[in-house]
């Protein structure tokens, strides 16, 4: 009988696991719809802006190249990963930095590569390294535009100072719900035109191209880093309700082979009590 309460034990957890991982697949579901929107929102904004940026940065030449399209000679990198800061995800977290642990190794082996973390799973993976220069994981206690913006002045400010002569930005785009994308950006320097070549679309400056660029792309890199950050949140919560899917699927699927092993154990048991009693009345009767 200890054998049939061991059991009935494990039936036990393993229903209360199921309860909270069904909780947690039905909260992530609430929040992924709202910030699914949120992205889907932005996003064709986004994309055109920054194509309007990089067509008009394309048609300056010399003195008039913007600060922030300077390409030096690539000695300090700065990465920015993106994570969350709670697991149970699946691979969402893992994926990222396993990126850029790759891009450390491999792209970027022979340079001074440092991170700004945003997330902490991504500053407890990196902070071991000591080239962590800034955690921002309380971001995501409060993700506005205003926030964002913060952390992308600093960015661009260490670049135009030149401690570093590239930043690049590693984060999960979202697609659906079941589909993320492990997506690596050039941050800054602010990346050319495919071919080097401007779009043949015509444009009339008010007051000049050059004033207008200088005020356009620090808006373009604040709307930049905000769509990757709001990219991995949508990411978090669609990996998160697929993965709690997953883990309440496995869960029923024990409780229902436990529940058939205790059924069979106290099948097993109650027959050799009969085996038992019955054993005892033959000898009796003898």
Do not use: C, W
Request: zero cysteines.
């Amino acid at each position: 009988m200890a054998n049939l309460k061991e059991i009935r034990n494990r039936i036990s957890s393993v229903s209360s696991t199921m309860q909270i991982t069904s909780a947690m697949k039905m909260v992530s579901a609430a929040k992924l719809k709202k910030a699914q929107d949120a992205i889907t929102g932005m996003r064709p904004y986004s994309d055109k802006l920054t194509e309007l940026l990089q067509n008009l940065s394309a048609t300056l030449e010399g003195d008039s190249k913007s600060k922030y399209a300077e390409v030096r000679e690539l000695k300090k990198v700065l990465i920015v990963p993106i994570t969350s800061n709670r697991g149970l995800a699946g691979a969402f977290n893992s994926n990222i930095i396993k990126e850029v642990t790759r891009l450390t190794s491999e792209k970027y082996a022979n340079k001074d590569v440092s991170y700004l973390t945003i997330g902490k799973k991504a500053n407890d993976a990196f902070k071991k390294t000591n080239k962590v220069i800034a955690n921002k994981s309380d971001l995501f206690d409060d993700l506005t535009f205003e926030n964002v913006s913060e952390i992308a002045e600093v960015l661009m400010q260490k670049f135009i100072d030149g401690e570093f002569d590239r930043i690049e930005i590693v984060y999960n785009q979202f697609k659906n719900a079941a589909t993320q994308f492990v997506t690596t950006e050039q941050f800054l320097p602010i990346v050319p035109v495919e071919g080097g070549q401007a779009s043949d679309t015509f444009y009339i400056f008010e007051p000049s191209q050059e004033e207008i660029i200088e005020q356009l792309i620090p808006k373009s890199l604040k709307t930049q880093l905000y769509k990757g950050i709001r990219d991995s949140f949508a990411s978090e919560h669609g990996a998160r309700m697929t993965a709690m899917h997953k883990a309440t699927d496995n869960a029923k699927e024990l409780r229902d082979q436990l529940k058939l092993t205790y059924n069979k154990a106290r099948q097993a048991a109650i027959t050799n009590e009969i085996l038992e009693i019955v054993g005892g009345a033959e000898a009796l009767n003898n």
